[in-house]
């Protein structure tokens, strides 16, 4: 029974990056001896023999050779094996695409097995922006698009690449390799065009949709959800006739029915819903925050404060706008939470709701007034 460390693992050891998953490829014994030996490894593949103990992960070969074995996997940064006695076996470009910093396909064929890596490949580029992506991977993202192919994942799977790299220090990087090689379609089927409308009137915007998502991905990364909502923020505007363009009227409200279609398409969680709902509805209004009633303050602040996105969301209208209200919308926000009702103004249902709205207003106004 052998052991090598894998993929990834290999690959960040060699960039002397922390290792955060430890994968291993099992070879020299059969599924059925493994167990025997390790009674705690639960299997968890479905195509081929894949175990989990104690948190790492062990697979057993898909090919005849170790060769093939490397050309089977994703990219070829990603196609290592490094054993016990520190041997190192790579794909044949390997370690000149890790000097190099290029994201290749491991093979042509890897892609066409599984489709998925069309979107780890896009996720590496995120969690990798100094790596090139070689045209050899574009073309061959190219092609498996044409084929149809994409549609057949499972969302979960293509949901689970989209959160990866949310994490990633360029998570634009994601949105625009798949824009690049056609490969937004059906998933992310909202920015199909994006790279066709203009985000905006001059002197405002100076990109299209497309590209002002990623930039605005790209300035937020560090916080996952805030990354999310950046992605959300503006996808309204895909809806903008093209008669009213480069003006974008209403994209804000435009931008909810898709972000519920895409939560809903790659089966995300409710906090996803919740909060890329929050970016489109709140942002152009948050943007202008010093002009804003009493009134519509307290709206705003309390629906992001009971949803958990008012830092996020004036994060987002800072990247965004250039317009920095964070602290003050904190402030603001602590002073309306100290407002209570009087007891016999509470449990009269939309009433009271009203009431406590009113007051809340009028310690603003009192507050902008010392």
Not at 104 to 124: G, K, N, Q, T
Not at 160 to 189: M, V
Not at 228 to 244: F, N, Q
Request: with cysteine; net charge neutral.
């Amino acid at each position: 029974m052998h052991f090598y460390l894998a993929g990834g693992a290999v690959r960040d050891l060699l960039l002397g990056r922390p290792i955060h998953d430890r994968d291993y490829l099992v070879t020299g014994t059969s599924r059925d001896d493994f167990t025997n030996a390790f009674p705690k490894a639960h299997e968890i593949g479905l195509a081929f023999p894949i175990f989990m103990m104690d948190g790492l992960e062990f697979s057993f070969p898909r090919a005849e050779t170790l060769l093939e074995e490397l050309k089977a996997r994703d990219l070829t940064v990603n196609a290592l094996l490094l054993d016990d006695d520190g041997e190192l076996i790579c794909h044949p470009h390997g370690l000149d695409d890790l000097n190099n910093a290029i994201l290749r396909p491991a093979s042509h064929e890897a892609f066409h097995i599984d489709p998925l890596r069309v979107y780890r490949a896009a996720r590496f580029w995120a969690q990798l922006p100094d790596f090139t992506p070689h045209m050899e991977l574009k073309d061959t993202m190219r092609a498996v698009a044409k084929t149809g192919l994409l549609a057949t994942l499972s969302p979960e799977r293509v949901g689970q690449e989209l959160i990866k790299a949310l994490s990633a220090p360029a998570p634009g990087n994601f949105l625009r390799l798949l824009a690049e090689t056609d490969c937004l379609s059906p998933w992310f089927e909202e920015f199909y065009d994006a790279a066709t409308i203009p985000a905006g009137p001059a002197p405002y915007h100076d990109t299209h949709v497309l590209e002002h998502t990623c930039r605005t991905m790209d300035s937020l990364a560090g916080d996952p959800m805030t990354v999310w909502m950046g992605l959300c923020h503006d996808i309204g505007k895909t809806a903008t006739p093209k008669d009213r363009l480069p003006h974008h009227y209403g994209h804000d409200r435009a931008g909810i029915p898709r972000i519920k279609t895409l939560v809903h398409r790659l089966k995300l969680s409710n906090r996803h819903l919740t909060a890329g709902i929050k970016a489109a509805q709140w942002h152009m209004i948050a943007a202008r925050y010093e002009e804003l009633r009493a009134g519509t303050k307290v709206d705003l602040l309390m629906d992001t404060h009971l949803s958990e996105t008012l830092e996020p969301l004036f994060a987002l209208v800072l990247v965004d706008q250039d317009k920095d209200y964070r602290s003050r919308a904190q402030r603001n926000l602590a002073t309306i939470l100290k407002v209570k009702l009087k007891p016999e103004d509470r449990n009269l249902g939309a009433k009271s709701g009203e009431k406590l709205r009113t007051l809340r207003a009028h310690a603003l106004t009192r507050r902008s007034r010392q």
